[in-house]
């Protein structure tokens, strides 16, 4: 008869089949046919130790950033339109921002005073 038995870890799985004649553990006889194991990987790389998901949660951190950002302004633009700062005419509004650079100079930099 094959008996298989099966150690069942928290990040491994082992096995074995053990060849017995008749029962098993009714006689102290038999063969091991076949072993083996299975260690599973903890989410983990396996040189540095480091997390697999941080690239994914520094992108995600990107995209909630971006997101929020892009509310913050959208409120803003509403508030200063409410009160009559800004334009009310949408294509008026979109031409204000394109024109003044949306507060940045050219080369990306913050806009110098009296420009």
């Known amino acids: ?30 063969s091991i046919v076949a072993i083996g194991a299975r260690i599973f990987g903890d989410g983990r790389e396996p040189k540095s130790g480091a997390s697999l998901a941080v690239d994914r949660r520094a992108a995600r951190a990107m995209r909630r950033r971006r997101d929020r950002y892009l509310s913050r ?26 024109e003044t650079s ?3 100079s050219r080369d990306g930099g913050p806009k110098a005073p009296g420009k």
Do not use: F, N
């Open 102 to 104: 949306d507060g940045k």
């Open 73 to 98: 302004r959208a409120a803003l633009l509403r508030a200063l339109t409410d009160y009559g700062l800004m334009p009310a005419d949408e294509d008026a509004r979109r031409q204000l921002v394109r």
């Open 1 to 30: 008869m094959i008996t298989l038995g099966v150690d069942l870890g928290t990040h491994s799985l082992g096995w074995c089949l053990i060849d017995t004649a008749g029962e098993p553990l009714a006689s102290g006889e038999g």
